[in-house]
């Protein structure tokens, strides 16, 4: 029985021609994608978020002359300043991550031959299986990788794929299954 979750639906078509989309452990290739690793992008957007909310009460503090009003209005005031300022250095930061590392990236696979496109599928796992190797994270991604092309045209096609037994125990199935056209 086939299990499956659609998570997000993509098509590729006239408005998107590339887009590369990470299943399972995806931090790394988001990592390398985007140019930030997701946790240190969390943890700059609630640090962002918690000084851009708390400045202007702690400004307004060392300014002992407002009255109470004035103080409220002045917060008021510096509360939607810091809001405009944070949302402006966020879309600064999201376009300049888009212009210097995904569309680089994005444009370059909508041009790859398949063979390479498999080739960084494989690299963007190992890659993942590096990270786990050498870090206290568990190592849940490792050992030979599948490799496969899902095609339109030439439907599902192995490019690398390891035996599920020793293949050297088994010379038979080899000169049967691979014959030399």
Known sequence: MLRYRSRQQVQIGFKTDALIVPFGQSEVVASFIDGIDPGIESLLNKFLDGVFANYPAVLLDHLP????AQTADAVTKTRTASNLILKKFREAFVEFRRKSFVNPIVSTVAVLPKDELAAMAEALVSLTSFKRRF?????TVGGPVDVAVLSKGDCFIWIKRKHYFKPELNPHFLTNYFVDI
Not at 65 to 68: I, Y
Not at 135 to 139: I, Q, V
């Open 65 to 68: 002359s407002l009255s109470a």
């Open 135 to 139: 870090s206290l994270d568990a190592e």
